[in-house]
């Protein structure tokens, strides 16, 4: 499969910000200046509150709504928790699993965000799965062995169906809203590398349907010479998905 055939997919993550009136705004301006930017897929993943409001105002515009976490059990005493399916009931089409901040702060390890991953997918949700080397994996020269571990534990179990609803975003840690980016040949060897250890894992052919997106200080002036790359098939934007008219010129850079 050639990467034109692949989908692209330009996915903000808000982080804990806008609050549920603020996120209704940004979202319907985000719909208003990505319509009929058809050549990617545009998705917003928004603190937990403000996915209803969200989703109402991306009603009937290309926009997807997506959440930040999602717990892998179905239900009972886990206080603060959100399971699988209220997600799914508040009409949330993906959900972000593994994001760096929540391995940092929230001790969240290969382990859990296997089980989390493996919760989302069978209630059909779709998952923006995150994985990424830190500073000091980089500096020591074990960048690879790193990557190909997490998406080896990261994936245990799924079943190959399952991943026709898989996104990988590979962030490398150091890059994430430090301003400091991988440079576009970084970001296409470590890409490309977890498209090999998909392949061993599965086959080609999901190897290759797979979306694999870069994130890590990504914005409109470096979006489009990372977008080029042969394995990079989008992003996942922190920083400049807040502000609607940034976003927008990065989804402008996926037209291609
Ligand atoms: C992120 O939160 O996943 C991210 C890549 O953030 P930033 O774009 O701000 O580096």
Known sequence: MKKESRKVIIAGNWKMNMTPSAAKTAVARTAELTAGKDGCEVVLCVPFVDIIP??????GTNVKI??????????????????ADMLLETGAEY???????????????????NKRTRAALSA????ILCLGEVLGERQSGITEEIVSMQTKLDLAGIPAEQMKTVVIAY??????????TATPDQAEEVCALIRKVVADL???EIAEALTIQY??????GNAAELLSKIDVDGGLIGGASLVPE??????DAAQA
């Open 54 to 59: 969200a989703v109402e105002a991306a009603r």
């Open 66 to 83: 997506g959440a930040q976490n999602v717990h892998f059990e179905e239900k009972g005493a886990f206080t603060g928790e959100i399971s």
């Open 95 to 113: 959900v972000i699993v593994g994001h760096s901040e929540r391995r940092q702060y929230f001790g969240e390890t290969d382990e859990t965000v």
């Open 124 to 127: 059909g949700l779709k998952v």
């Open 171 to 180: 962030e490398p840690v150091w890059a994430i809203g430090t301003g400091l």
């Open 202 to 204: 599965y086959c080609d």
């Open 215 to 220: 994130g890590g200080s990504m914005n409109d």
């Open 246 to 251: 940034k976003f927008a010129k990065i989804v």
